[in-house]
């Protein structure tokens, strides 16, 4: 699951067919690798025409509770002024 989570999404096709959604993308970069305590991403939301200003960042951490088990838990930031956009 964290190799497929690592990764970029689009609503680029339910935009195209539908004017109601917009074109989002959702950046998901891992961070943390040598942590032991499960998987860390950083997370960025942006409108495709203006992926260099996203409107959401935060932390995920995932942990494998058990071979059934997924846990997910975000952590939203305060302050992103630090944060370089990922795609920049």
Same mark, same amino acid.
């Given at each position: 699951?964290?190799n497929?989570?690592? &990764?970029?999404? &689009?609503?680029?096709?339910?935009?195209?067919?539908n &004017?109601?959604?917009?074109?989002? #993308?959702?950046?998901?970069?891992?961070?943390f690798?040598?942590?032991?305590?499960?998987?860390?991403?950083?997370? #960025?939301?942006a409108?495709?025409?203006?992926?260099?200003?996203?409107?959401q960042?935060?932390?995920?951490?995932? #942990?494998?509770?058990?071979?059934?088990?997924?846990? &997910?838990?975000?952590?939203?930031?305060?302050?992103?002024?630090?944060?370089?956009?990922?795609?920049?």
């Amino acid at each position: 699951m964290h190799n497929w989570i690592n &990764s970029c999404f &689009s609503s680029e096709e339910q935009s195209a067919v539908n &004017s109601s959604y917009f074109n989002i #993308e959702l950046e998901m970069t891992r961070i943390f690798p040598k942590l032991k305590t499960g998987y860390w991403f950083y997370v #960025e939301q942006a409108v495709k025409i203006s992926t260099d200003k996203p409107y959401q960042q935060e932390l995920c951490h995932l #942990e494998e509770l058990d071979q059934n088990t997924l846990k &997910s838990s975000l952590y939203s930031m305060n302050d992103t002024t630090a944060m370089c956009p990922l795609r920049s």
